[in-house]
């Protein structure tokens, strides 16, 4: 049993070690900023800048020209996050990341240079974004951060095997990746969204490489939103999004926390639902449920909601379902 100094210790080191966690989220920030209105400039120059769908609505074809991948600056971030806390679960988690935003990032090139919105195929984008989860989700079982099991309370398990684990967290992953990319079309909406997300993992994260990720990620959100809140200087794109969509998702699966995923990314599950009904009622109708979807540009066509009535909203939406998880987690399924 240790003693009461060594007690003492290890609460001053843990004391020390969360302090300088702040510290470096909020130095990720500055840099973030600083580092911004630079990136924006080369982007313009570039001729990086983000084609627009022809359908979409009036207000949107305004933003043509708006430099894209402005998700690359989230890399940033992840270095700071490497060189802060080199352990295996922060190399994991940068290295999910960065994949995911590379299979975004060959998406924006094509976007800006055919000057085409189409980007690559999207059955392309749905076998890279399998290929990443599949081996992600191995190395997470080789290192034994996962098993094959969804917990539903403290006293309830369901135990589905390695095969049937690996389907559900693959179609989970994929699928919710898809779904939070959906969430990419409004100036500042994906930002706003995430934050919550990230700070719900930062919350119940026990290990510290995984909390240092999540905030240093909040830290460069905040500092993105600055620029890219309505009317936005910058776009993220696919570079970011899907970066933020992949490791989001794979922070569910890593704490064990699947079971809130449905209410934790409400929105998201909303904006990809919307496009699968609307698509499916379309078909076998000829006529439209919303006015557009994603559901994002249904609330201004159809009720005249601006862009930062709608972007509020939603992210209000977003972090009134990240405390009922917390409360769930907190009473159901935390267990230490």
């Given at each position: 049993?240790?003693?009461?100094a060594?007690?003492?210790?290890?609460?001053?080191?843990?004391?020390?070690?969360?302090?300088?966690?702040?510290?470096?989220?909020?130095g990720?920030?500055?840099?973030i900023?600083?580092?911004?209105?630079?990136?924006i400039?080369?982007?313009?120059?570039?001729?990086?800048?983000?084609?627009?769908?022809?359908?979409?609505p009036?207000?949107?074809?305004?933003k043509?020209?708006?430099?894209?991948?402005?998700?690359?600056?989230?890399?940033?971030?992840?270095?700071?996050?490497?060189?802060?806390?080199?352990?295996?679960?922060?190399?994991?988690l940068?290295?999910?990341?960065?994949?995911?935003?590379?299979?975004?990032?060959?998406?924006?090139?094509?976007?800006?240079?055919?000057?085409?919105?189409?980007?690559?195929?999207g059955?392309?984008?749905?076998?890279?974004?399998?290929?990443?989860?599949?081996?992600?989700?191995?190395?997470?079982?080789?290192?034994?951060w996962?098993?094959?099991s969804?917990?539903?309370?403290?006293?309830?398990?369901?135990?589905?095997?390695?095969?049937?684990f690996?389907?559900?967290?693959?179609?989970?992953?994929?699928?919710s990746?898809?779904?939070?990319?959906?969430t990419?079309?409004?100036?500042?909406?994906?930002?706003?969204v995430?934050?919550?997300?990230?700070l719900?993992?930062?919350?119940?994260?026990?290990?510290?490489?995984?909390?240092?990720?999540?905030?240093?990620?909040?830290?460069?959100?905040?500092?993105f939103?600055?620029?890219n809140?309505?009317?936005?200087?910058?776009?993220?794109g696919?570079?970011?999004s899907?970066?933020?969509?992949?490791s989001?998702?794979?922070?569910?699966v890593?704490?064990?926390?699947e079971?809130?995923?449905p209410?934790?990314?409400?929105?998201?599950?909303?904006?990809?639902?919307s496009?699968?009904?609307?698509v499916?009622?379309?078909k076998?109708?000829?006529?439209?449920?919303?006015?557009?979807?994603?559901?994002?540009?249904?609330?201004?066509?159809?009720?005249?909601?601006?862009?930062?009535?709608?972007?509020?909203?939603?992210?209000?939406v977003?972090?009134?379902?990240m405390?009922?998880?917390?409360?769930?987690?907190?009473?159901f399924?935390q267990?230490?």
């Amino acid at each position: 049993m240790p003693s009461l100094a060594e007690g003492c210790r290890f609460q001053e080191q843990r004391r020390g070690f969360s302090l300088a966690i702040w510290y470096i989220a909020i130095g990720t920030f500055v840099l973030i900023i600083s580092v911004l209105p630079f990136q924006i400039r080369l982007l313009r120059s570039m001729n990086l800048i983000q084609p627009i769908r022809a359908e979409l609505p009036l207000d949107q074809q305004l933003k043509k020209g708006t430099p894209l991948m402005g998700g690359t600056v989230f890399l940033l971030g992840m270095l700071v996050s490497v060189l802060m806390m080199a352990t295996h679960i922060s190399y994991y988690l940068v290295v999910v990341f960065a994949a995911f935003s590379v299979i975004g990032f060959l998406d924006d090139l094509k976007n800006a240079v055919d000057k085409n919105p189409a980007g690559i195929s999207g059955w392309t984008k749905m076998v890279l974004q399998f290929v990443v989860a599949f081996m992600s989700l191995y190395y997470l079982y080789q290192h034994s951060w996962i098993d094959f099991s969804i917990p539903l309370s403290k006293t309830y398990t369901v135990y589905l095997g390695s095969v049937g684990f690996s389907v559900v967290a693959l179609l989970l992953i994929v699928g919710s990746t898809n779904a939070i990319n959906f969430t990419d079309g409004l100036d500042g909406l994906l930002s706003s969204v995430a934050i919550s997300n990230y700070l719900f993992f930062f919350v119940i994260a026990h290990n510290f490489s995984v909390q240092l990720f999540c905030l240093i990620m909040v830290a460069c959100l905040v500092g993105f939103l600055i620029f890219n809140a309505y009317p936005a200087k910058l776009i993220m794109g696919d570079t970011g999004s899907l970066a933020i969509s992949g490791s989001i998702v794979m922070l569910a699966v890593m704490e064990k926390v699947e079971i809130l995923v449905p209410i934790l990314f409400v929105i998201y599950f909303a904006e990809i639902l919307s496009v699968i009904i609307q698509v499916a009622y379309f078909k076998q109708t000829g006529k439209r449920i919303f006015r557009m979807s994603p559901i994002h540009y249904h609330f201004g066509l159809k009720y005249g909601w601006n862009e930062k009535r709608v972007v509020a909203s939603f992210t209000l939406v977003s972090w009134v379902s990240m405390i009922a998880c917390l409360g769930y987690y907190h009473f159901f399924l935390q267990t230490a």
